[in-house]
């Protein structure tokens, strides 16, 4: 690795660790913008599963053998080293196959603890028709669309805390809308679109107050922020491998252990069990009765291996040049003719992460994306599986930037340079009304 304790954070450095920025994109050197969609890996990472594979690869937990006691070891490893990245015990960690399905996990396990489905109604987190699940107008997908569904299937009712035109969350609207009858508040801690950090602490001191379960996408902030889960108070979190440095297929979901407990499981089968008989089953405590069946091995220990990378770097050294990156974005696309910069008046207000969301007047979003990629530079464009919240600025697609630990100033200045040229290229003059 090209970074030691006590060296000066230097992400030119840095690139030299991941082997795919080592190319060319259409004649020119890769500028790689998309982490926060997709991050690249490092070759220790890279390094770590092919070895893992080599050396020791077997199941889990089944085995008596040499290699599966190895595997089993470097397995739960694995977990103590992604849980303390968070703060958090070994215990207070399940794996899943990406923060999507521990999304899912909590909402389908949150629907099993309802009438009809084998537990009593004062079950704990059950939901009744009229209780209400509080998402915000900035989430992903992943984090409002099981709420969409748990709240079809239970009959309880989804509201919606609404963003100020700086895309700040309306904490005032908050207030009001969190109240007695609120079981659930899931929420963002940045803003994939954004790159806004939401004010976890007065969040979940909201849904504290009226005993209501905090669900919070970490995605966008375990990579980039020095985090604390169960110094933050929310009851459970998600992340993803992908967007750590680490593998596909593997994430995580953190969760307190009361709460874990209380949960039922949503996925059965082995691995999870204690007793089984032809007419019943016993569950294993969490994270276990969370676990069914093969679990994603080779990737929860390439994992470690990008938490352990990150570590090295420092979480605050890694915020602080990202942070630094973004400003630099911000600035830059705030000074450019016919840009409009989503969440711009949020500069200065609000902690952000290295990621900017921009529309250029005259020009979708998709064309801007095809004129930097023929530059060499990787964007992603769309809605980013944000619709609602492009619907809320006027859009139905954005252009975004996000940065990395091995970003550079001199990535950030090719990328505004190509897109000031966007609007010329494309033949569109004049100063947008």
Not at 194 to 202: C, F, K, Q, S
Not at 252 to 281: I, N
Not at 315 to 336: Q, S, W
Not at 381 to 394: E, I, N, S
Request: with cysteine.
């Amino acid at each position: 690795m090209a970074s030691e304790p006590g060296r000066v954070f230097d992400p030119a450095a840095l690139r030299a660790d991941f082997p795919i920025l080592d190319q060319t994109v259409n004649g020119e050197s890769l500028v790689y913008l998309d982490s926060g969609a997709t991050s690249q890996k490092p070759q220790v990472v890279l390094d770590t599963e092919i070895d893992f594979l080599i050396r020791a690869n077997s199941a889990v937990h089944r085995g008596a053998h040499t290699l599966a006691a190895e595997a089993t070891e470097l397995f739960e490893d694995a977990r103590e080293t992604v849980a303390g990245f968070v703060g958090a015990a070994p215990e207070n960690l399940v794996w899943t196959s990406g923060a999507t399905a521990a999304l899912n996990l909590v909402a389908y396990s949150i629907g099993n603890a309802t009438d009809g489905r084998g537990l009593p109604a004062s079950a704990p987190y059950a939901l009744r028709a009229g209780d209400e699940i509080v998402v915000t107008e900035a989430e992903h997908h992943a984090n409002l669309i099981p709420w969409q569904e748990l709240a079809a299937r239970t009959g309880a009712v989804l509201r919606h805390i609404p963003v100020h035109d700086d895309g700040t969350l309306d904490l005032h609207a908050a207030a009001e809308i969190i109240g007695e009858r609120t079981k659930v508040v899931a929420f963002t801690h940045v803003s994939n679109v954004l790159g806004i950090v939401n004010p976890v602490t007065e969040i979940v001191a909201l849904a504290k107050a009226v005993g209501a379960l905090t669900v919070m996408d970490a995605c966008q902030s375990v990579p980039h922020l020095a985090l604390d889960l169960p110094a933050l108070g929310v009851d459970l979190a998600a992340f993803s491998g992908h967007k750590m440095l680490g593998p596909y297929g593997i994430g995580a979901l953190y969760g307190r252990t009361e709460v874990l407990e209380a949960l039922p499981p949503f996925l059965t089968g082995g691995s999870m069990v204690t007793t089984v008989t032809l007419d019943e089953a016993g569950f294993l405590p969490a994270p276990q009765k969370f676990e069914a069946g093969t679990q994603p091995v080779s990737q929860a220990i390439a994992l470690a291996a990008a938490v352990r990378y990150l570590e090295a770097l420092g979480m605050d050294a890694v915020h602080d040049h990202e942070r630094a990156i973004g400003r630099r974005l911000m600035a830059g696309l705030r000074d450019l003719d016919g840009v409009r910069v989503l969440g711009d008046a949020a500069e200065g207000t609000a902690d952000r992460i290295g990621l900017a969301s921009f529309d250029v007047a005259g020009v979708h979003a998709h064309d801007v994306g095809q004129f930097l990629d023929s530059r060499g530079i990787a964007v992603r464009v769309g809605h980013h599986c944000a619709k609602p919240l492009h619907a809320r600025f006027g859009l139905t697609a954005s252009v975004r930037a996000s940065a990395s630990v091995f970003t550079t100033d001199d990535d950030v200045d090719r990328f505004l340079d190509a897109v000031a040229g966007v609007r010329s290229y494309f033949g569109v003059e004049g100063t947008p009304a």
